[in-house]
């Protein structure tokens, strides 16, 4: 079953509803005030069913000052029929309509020109031919259907309605595919069922018992009964109309212009980086100006912050911040209406590029926003993903960065990723250049530090850690493993080409230091003597020390002693020989053993109970080898 939204518009009076109600049986006006007065104040509902096509009708008001009730329900309307009464011809709210949704992308229509019994048939053809130049260059022009219908002798009403059914074949239907947002069109409450939300679901689906979120509220709340189209479902998708009975919210705190989602996916949002565009006829549109913004069915203030102009002139297009008076959902592509404060005026309106827009550079130009209009779909994804740099884009970001279906998201990164223009960390992305420096940076970085340091086997983890603060705290080892350049041991990072070499005085110092301790065979100076004997700080010598250990040239005991290469194989020979005798070795045996002192044995000790070499059995040691 294909599902497909027809919207009205048109000038007041001209027979929008009453057409309404011709094709469909169903008097859109649901209002006591409506039936009294005779116009349409709010949307209407009503649907047209086909064998295999359920079209649902949005009906709406026609009065200029109604305008802001009207776009609450154009913003998801796939076929528009502009309704023109012939005795009338074209009127203010006929131009104001059509600019209206020709500014919100849409694609398909057919002009009605209503009260066809009113006029006479030479005057009929006057009016289809003003008719027909009016919709010139508009997206109306591309079907060039104008049908001349009456209501009261049901001229052509069911000509209309197979064009419908026509029209409706050639449209792509929304896609279930996507993340499930349905923009609420009208709120109340049912006696014993509490609140009702209905809207178009533009796109996804959702289940009965599913949780969703109200935004920008971010009220959770549970499905507890799906209708759609008159009937009761388990299940309602995009392109249906769809009434909701929500669990655990009260109708108070809802509003027209609230979106339901997907429950903890989407981000609001209180800027937009857009392309606007200015209506023939509008005043021009200054820098900084505030203006009324109609998304979805959600109407804000906001204001407009040009980016490379100070002024933008009817039928001119440019790049502009929106700065939300409340935050909102949208999403890249997605198309609004901007109306002047006072006096209150359809002004322009534009595409969405950057809902998520980051603290713009002045150098850097406009070329992302350029990309974000008119770029395919990975060219988007991937600009975005440069454009967070090292902060680094999470799978879910992008996929309520832009209006498209999930899977057509996961294919476009996979693509970038096995073109190696990205690199999924996790379920973060980075842009792989931005990495690349990244990576230089750091190895420069490590460059400069190994030259300061040459006896240091590397840069403290934390102190370059430090040195990058905008890398992602958890990702920035995870970041650093992946550039072949980089070794990380330990505690420590160092280049790969680094090898610890020596200055002239390191050179001769380490030499007397090793002498030191050779000499002292089982008796070695600690650190802190070894320090005072060749005047030396104790820090540098514990470089040093650290250096001979890792060439396997002396053997680190603890930290402040070390035992000559010689002297500690000296050591492991003897216990090895006294083991054969006895595998019980005291204290005052190990230290007369190999010639030292208690000072010194019990630290050796210690460091072969570590090493599995000996048993502590209470004050004495049990040999293990
Ligand atoms: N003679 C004749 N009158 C019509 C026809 N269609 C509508 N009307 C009359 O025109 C008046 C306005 O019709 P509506 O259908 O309420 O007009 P609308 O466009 O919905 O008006 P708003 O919603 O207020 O903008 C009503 O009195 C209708 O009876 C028609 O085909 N022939
Ligand atoms: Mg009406």
Not at 122 to 150: C, W, Y
Not at 271 to 296: E, F, M, V, W, Y
Not at 378 to 388: A, G, Q, S, T
Not at 604 to 622: F, Q
Request: glycine share 8%; charged share 30%.
């Amino acid at each position: 079953m294909r599902h497909i939204i027809l919207g009205t518009a048109g000038h007041i009076d001209h027979g929008k509803s009453s057409l309404v109600k011709a094709l469909t049986g169903i008097d859109p006006d649901r209002l006591k005030e409506e039936k009294l007065r005779g116009i349409t104040i709010d949307l209407g509902f009503a649907d047209l069913k086909f064998d295999d096509l359920t079209v649902g009708i949005i009906d709406v008001p026609g009065h200029e000052r109604l305008i802001k009730n009207m776009l609450a329900g154009t913003g998801s309307v796939d076929i528009v029929v502009l309704v023109i009464a012939a005795d009338e011809g074209v009127m203010p709210q006929t131009i104001e309509h059509l600019a209206i949704c020709n500014m919100l992308g849409c694609k398909a229509g057919i002009v009605a020109l209503t009260k066809s019994d009113l006029v006479d048939s030479e005057f009929l053809q006057l009016v289809h031919d003003e008719v027909s130049d009016f919709i010139k260059g508009t997206f109306l022009d591309d079907f060039n259907t104008i049908i001349a219908v009456s209501v009261k002798t049901g001229e052509n009403i069911e000509l209309l309605k197979s064009k419908i059914q026509e029209l409706s074949k050639k449209i792509k239907p929304k896609s279930t595919g996507g993340l499930f947002r349905l923009p609420i069109d009208r709120v109340f409450t049912l006696k014993g069922f509490g609140a009702v939300v209905t809207g178009t679901v533009i796109s996804g689906s959702i289940k009965t018992d599913e949780m969703i979120e109200i935004l920008p509220k971010g009220i959770t709340c549970k499905v507890r009964g799906v209708q759609s189209h008159g009937s009761f479902m388990d299940k309602t998708s995009a392109g249906q109309r769809a009434a909701l009975n929500l669990q655990g919210v009260d109708k108070d705190d809802i509003i027209r212009g609230d979106v339901v989602s997907a429950a903890n996916v989407f981000k609001v949002t209180d800027k937009l980086d857009t392309l606007l565009t200015l209506l023939k006829g509008s005043p021009p549109l200054k820098n900084r100006a505030t203006i009324h913004l109609h998304i979805g069915s959600s109407e804000v203030i906001a204001r407009v912050i040009i980016y490379d102009k100070t002024v933008i002139n009817s039928e001119e297009s440019a790049f502009c911040q929106l700065r939300l008076s409340s935050p909102i959902v949208a999403l890249n592509g997605e198309r609004f209406i901007i109306r002047r404060i006072s006096p209150l005026q359809t002004i322009g309106g534009g595409i969405v590029l950057d809902p998520f827009p980051i603290r713009r550079k002045k150098t850097k130009g406009l070329d992302d926003l350029n990309i974000y209009y008119k770029g395919e779909l990975k060219d988007k994804l991937h600009e975005k993903i440069k454009n967070y740099g090292l902060i680094g884009m999470e799978i879910s970001e992008l996929k309520i960065f832009i209006n498209e279906d999930t899977q057509i998201i996961n294919n476009a990164i996979d693509k970038l990723s096995k073109n190696g223009l990205i690199i999924k960390i996790d379920t973060t992305i980075f842009d792989k250049e931005t990495l690349t420096s990244l990576y230089k940076d750091i190895e420069s970085k490590l460059r400069e530090f190994h030259k300061k340091y040459p006896l240091k086997e590397g840069m403290p983890k934390e102190a370059l850690k430090g040195l990058f603060l905008s890398v992602e705290n958890k990702l920035f080892f995870k970041i650093l493993s992946l550039d072949n350049e980089i070794i990380i041991e330990k505690e420590y990072v160092r280049l790969r080409q680094f090898k610890q070499t020596q200055t002239g005085i390191d050179v001769v110092m380490t030499a007397k230091i090793l002498e030191l301790l050779k000499n002292a065979e089982f008796n070695p100076l600690t650190k802190k003597e070894i320090a005072e004997t060749i005047i030396m700080k104790e820090n540098q010598v514990w470089d040093i020390l650290k250096y001979l250990a890792l060439q396997g040239q002396i053997i680190r005991i603890n930290d402040s002693i070390y035992l000559e290469k010689g002297a500690f194989d000296k050591m492991m020979t003897a216990i090895k020989e006294f083991s054969k005798e006895k595998k019980d070795i005291s204290v005052a045996e190990f230290r007369d053993l190999i010639g030292t002192t208690r000072k010194y044995a019990l630290p050796l000790l210690e460091y072969l109970d570590t090493n599995k070499i000996t048993l502590r059995v209470g004050d004495g040691r049990k040999i293990l080898i």
